[in-house]
C-alpha cells in the first residue's frame, strides 16, 4: 500500500522564480491538503483540495496556488519565491468518507531560495 | 494569541522518566484534537486522536478538557525512542474540511 509521495525531495530557487511540487496521495484517498512548515514551527495549513476544486485556503497570499487533478494527485505552485518561502512543503491525504480527520502526511519536499 | 499554544521546550529527561506536554487551543468550536509525533527532518506522523473521556495507548495517556481548551499528553516510561517533538493539532470549525492548526511542537530529548 503505497503512502503519500512528494517530488522533488529537495529544490534549491532564487528570489522571483517559480517552483512546482508534486503530490500523490494515499492509495484510496481523495483529498489533499498542503501544508508549509518554517524551521522550528509547527506546519501551517495552506490550502486543500478535493474533487479537483480548492474548498479552504489558509492565510497565504494568491503566490501560491494548487490544482488537483482527476486521479487525485496534486500539485503546489509559487510564483515570484521570496526568502521566506524557504521551508518544508509537506502534502498530506485523507478520504472525506471516512470523516477526513486522520492526515497521511508524505515526507515533504525541502525548498531553499537563495 | 496563536489558535494552538504549547509549552516551550526542550524537554530533556532521563530513560524511565514521566514527562507531560501541555497545550491550549483558541477556539471553542474545533471539534477533533490530536498529537502528532515528527522526528527531526521527517513528516508528522498520528500518534494519538484525543477524546474528551481520555484515552490510552501504551504508555502514552491524552487528555482533553473542552472547558479549559486544554490538552495534555502523558508520557510514562521514557525509551530513547521517544525522543522527537510532539506536536499538539486541533481541527477547524464546523465547516473547515478538517483543516489541521499545529502548535509549534514541543522537543522531547530523552538521554540514558
Known amino acids: 500500500d503505497a503512502g503519500v509521495t512528494q517530488s522533488p525531495t529537495h529544490l534549491i530557487k532564487t528570489r522571483g522564480q517559480q517552483v512546482t511540487l508534486r503530490c500523490s496521495p494515499k492509495?484510496?484517498?481523495?483529498?489533499v491538503s498542503w501544508y508549509q512548515q518554517a524551521l522550528g514551527q509547527g506546519p501551517q495549513f495552506i490550502f486543500q483540495?478535493?474533487?479537483?476544486?480548492?474548498?479552504q485556503r489558509g492565510n497565504f497570499p494568491d503566490r501560491f496556488s494548487g490544482h488537483q487533478f482527476p486521479n487525485y494527485s496534486s500539485e503546489l505552485n509559487v510564483n515570484a519565491l521570496l526568502l521566506g518561502d524557504s521551508a518544508l512543503y509537506l502534502c498530506?491525504?485523507?478520504?472525506?468518507?471516512?470523516?477526513?480527520?486522520?492526515?497521511?502526511f508524505g515526507p515533504g519536499t525541502r525548498l531553499t531560495v537563495l | 494569541r496563536k489558535e494552538v499554544e504549547q509549552d516551550p521546550g526542550p524537554f530533556n529527561v532521563p530513560e524511565g522518566a514521566t514527562v507531560a506536554f501541555n497545550c491550549t487551543y483558541s477556539?471553542?468550536?474545533?471539534?477533533?484534537f490530536f498529537w502528532y509525533r515528527q522526528d527531526c527532518r521527517k513528516e508528522p506522523k498520528l500518534l494519538m486522536s484525543v477524546y474528551s473521556s481520555g484515552n490510552e495507548d501504551g504508555r502514552f495517556t491524552a487528555q482533553l478538557n473542552r472547558a479549559s481548551q486544554y490538552i495534555s499528553l502523558l508520557i510514562r516510561d521514557s525509551k530513547l525512542s521517544d525522543s522527537a517533538t510532539y506536536l499538539c493539532?486541533?481541527?477547524?470549525?464546523?465547516?473547515?474540511?478538517?483543516?489541521?492548526?499545529f502548535g509549534a511542537g514541543t522537543r522531547l530529548a530523552v538521554h540514558p
Open positions: 483540495y478535493y474533487e479537483e476544486e480548492e474548498r
Open positions: 498530506a491525504s485523507s478520504l472525506v468518507l471516512a470523516g477526513g480527520n486522520e492526515q497521511f
Open positions: 477556539n471553542s468550536a474545533s471539534q477533533s
Open positions: 493539532v486541533v481541527n477547524s470549525p464546523p465547516g473547515g474540511y478538517n483543516k489541521l492548526i
Open positions: 492509495s484510496g484517498h481523495d483529498t
